[in-house]
């Protein structure tokens, strides 16, 4: 063997084992190029889930905060209620002896219609945005308090009628029952809201 027949085996050989090397190198690039494309892949169906949820959160956190503050306007509005009612006819009283009973009871009725309607605004107008168990709750309440009203206004009390403060003291006791159940409900629904589904 000649040295020129070395040196093309030898150049032989070098060109075999580049052609190797490249043909393994050129594998595995490929192979990272598709595991590249993969996790590029998956990456966008992630983020776009992210952008899904992330939506669907702040609607759900939008609606509930809205909800949140009706309850609550609901609450306040059903306490001045409770209370105006009570003090239609209350068991224990103060009174100005410069003030005839007409006065005090147009006094006392004024005051309790302006909570009435404050409350009945604000019931009947955000209605389709809190529970329909809490609406029909507060329309037993409103029915209860329109009676104690009419009973107050219609009746009078000419010294202790016993049948007056008992109807009185009937209606009080079924008033704050119903303004404490109304209260429980609202309570409940803001500790507990729906469960938050992720919709694809």
Same mark, same amino acid.
């Given at each position: 063997? =000649? ?7 030898? =150049? ?19 192979? %990272? ?43 306040? /509005? ?44 604000? *019931? ?5 945005? *809190? ?15 329109? /009676?104690?009203?009419?009973? *107050? ?17 009937? %209606? ?26 992720? /919709?694809?």
């Amino acid at each position: 063997m =000649t040295c020129d027949n070395v040196l093309q085996w030898l =150049t032989f050989l070098g060109v075999v084992a580049l052609g190797l090397y490249f043909r393994s190198y050129l594998m595995k690039k490929a192979e %990272n190029l598709a595991t590249k494309e993969d996790v590029s892949e998956i990456t966008k169906q992630v983020e776009s889930m992210k952008a899904t949820i992330g939506a669907q959160l702040y609607i759900h956190q939008v609606r509930y905060q809205n909800e949140f503050n009706i309850l609550m306007d609901l609450s306040e /509005k059903l306490v001045a209620l409770r209370d105006s009612a009570h003090s239609l006819r209350p068991i224990l009283d103060y009174v100005d002896s410069r003030e005839t009973e007409d006065e005090r009871k147009q006094k006392r009725l004024k005051k309790h219609y302006d909570a009435a309607v404050v409350f009945y605004k604000a *019931y009947e107008t955000k209605m389709p945005f *809190y529970p329909e168990e809490i609406y029909q709750s507060i329309k037993k309440l409103d029915l209860l308090v329109r /009676k104690e009203t009419i009973e *107050y206004d219609m009746g009078q009390d000419k010294g202790f009628d016993k049948k007056y403060w008992d109807a009185a003291s009937a %209606n009080a006791l079924e008033i704050a029952k119903l303004a404490d159940e109304i209260i429980a409900l609202i309570r409940t629904r803001v500790k507990y809201w729906e469960d938050f589904k992720v /919709k694809s």
